[in-house]
């Protein structure tokens, strides 16, 4: 069964940029879209974006190119930057698979990251 | 973006009781309709997908359906286990978005 686990600061300082990094064991990167998701404190869940295999990307707009997602193979991991960030940025990340039909099917746990100086 | 309201917002049931879980898209989203249960501190999980198809050894007591735009999660026969928030997202086009939740209190 596909693990993934996310991994990175847990407090960033406002303005600076929030870096996730997703571990991606027992599958392969190849042949699958990988996302990003998160949820604000008390609040909703907010996709991201995501990123595909060959390297194609699609990001939220409300994130107004604050975002980027990448992937490296061959460590098969994905990642996500977020600059410029605010306390509004905190919240649980979670790293995703996207499968068939565009589902969301694993998801790692949740990293909380906190925006705060 | 497709705008997804999510009812009711907190529900109370008991063991062996009958509940669902509505969700109405902004706009035709075919069967492009998910859902997810979150629990505090543990990786959320797909219940069921492309609005009806319940995912590989999920519960049989969880199921899906759709009429319209309007979609709904039931889940029969109530276990403790079910204690959980329940999420609807669309997946027909992006940007992707989910209900607002409902916090199921068992």
């Known amino acids: ?117 | 973006d497709i705008q997804m309201t999510q009812s009711p917002s907190s529900l109370s049931a008991s063991v062996g009781d009958r509940v669902t879980i509505s969700c109405r898209a902004s706009q035709n989203i075919i069967t492009y309709l998910n859902w997810f249960q979150l629990k505090p501190g543990k990786a959320p999980k797909l219940l069921i997908y492309t609005a009806s198809s319940l995912q590989s050894g999920g519960p049989s007591r969880f199921s899906g359906s759709r009429s319209g735009t309007d979609f709904t999660l039931t889940i029969s026969n109530l276990q403790p286990e079910d204690s959980a928030t329940y999420f609807c997202q669309q997946s027909y086009s992006v940007p992707y978005t989910f209900g607002q939740g409902t916090k199921l209190e068992i």
């Open chain 1, 1 to 117: 069964q596909v693990q993934l686990q996310e991994s990175g600061p847990g407090l960033v300082k406002p303005s600076e940029t929030l870096s996730l990094t997703c571990s991606v064991s027992d599958d392969s990167i190849l042949g699958y879209y990988w996302s990003w998701i998160r949820q604000p404190p008390g609040k909703g869940l907010e996709w991201v974006g995501h990123i595909f295999y060959s390297g194609s990307t699609n990001y939220n707009p409300s994130l107004k190119n604050r975002v980027t997602i990448s992937l490296d193979t061959s460590e098969n991991q994905f990642s996500l930057r977020l600059s410029s960030v605010t306390a509004a940025d905190t919240a649980v990340y979670y790293c995703a698979r996207q499968g068939g039909a565009n589902v969301i099917d694993y998801w790692g746990q949740g990293f909380l990251v906190t925006v705060s100086s």
